[in-house]
């Protein structure tokens, strides 16, 4: 069983839908890491998260340590929200900075 | 612009041929990784360097070997390249900050290797 569970594997929205991508981990963790991979495949840090929520824009983040489980929301959706997002976390069966990785959540927004 | 740079973007090895992936940061991180990134599969730690003169291995090192010349580069070598190596390759770096937390993780924009 993998460390890092994301749901949906795909997922396909209309433009201004409500998204939300799902992760679960099954260790314990210093933190978690939301990161978007566009079609080029360029991959950027969205967020880093110890506890709580965070914001940035449109989208949300949130984390649950009791649970073992990650949120990310996009609101208001739109076409170049479509990427493939990534969930990591830090520490876990690993040490220190390296990251374990979900495999991904494939967003296709349609206008 | 600050970041982390990958060179080559693009490679074709034929199976054999040794090559080295080159990465550099200018943010004066003391962390850096190789990842690798298959279909269906997430990306998987090579090898790291969590400071200057140290590296050690990662989840997949088998074929691979690292260099951190300097606190700037990391360097990711084939030395005899095999179709089930054939993957984009991933430099990223970041930075330790308080609580054991690390911060800045910033990724190259990604080698893609064939080998054939």
């Known amino acids: 069983k993998n460390e890092v569970e994301q749901s949906p594997q795909n997922l396909t929205a209309q433009e201004g839908e409500f998204i939300t991508i799902n992760c679960s981990y099954s260790v314990g963790i210093s933190a978690l890491h939301w990161l978007q991979q566009h079609p080029g495949g360029g991959i950027v840090s969205l967020f880093m998260l110890s506890s709580g929520k965070k914001k940035h824009g449109r989208l949300i983040a949130t984390i649950n340590i009791q649970e073992k489980h990650s949120s990310l929301h996009i609101t208001a959706s739109h076409p170049r929200d479509s990427a493939v997002y990534i969930c990591?976390?830090?520490?876990?069966?690993?040490?220190?900075?390296?990251?374990?990785f979900g495999e991904g959540t494939q967003l296709t927004v349609n206008p | 612009n600050a970041g982390v740079t990958q060179t080559p973007k693009f490679q074709v090895l034929k199976t054999g041929q040794s090559m080295t992936l080159q990465c550099a940061q200018d943010m004066n991180h003391n962390s850096m990784y190789w990842y690798r990134q298959d279909p269906g599969m997430g990306l998987r730690l090579i090898y790291y360097?969590?400071?200057?003169?140290?590296?050690d291995k990662g989840e997949v090192p088998n074929g691979y070997n690292v260099s951190r010349l300097n606190k700037r580069e990391f360097s990711l070598r084939l030395e005899s390249a095999a179709p089930s190596q054939t993957s984009v390759y991933f430099c990223?770096?970041?930075?330790?900050?308080?609580?054991?937390?690390?911060?800045?993780?910033?990724f190259g924009s990604g080698t893609r290797l064939t080998v054939v």
């Open positions: 360097s969590a400071s200057e003169g140290t590296t």
């Open positions: 990591a976390v830090e520490g876990g069966e690993t040490s220190g900075s390296r990251l374990t």
């Open positions: 990223a770096s970041s930075e330790a900050g308080p609580g054991d937390l690390y911060y800045g993780y910033t």
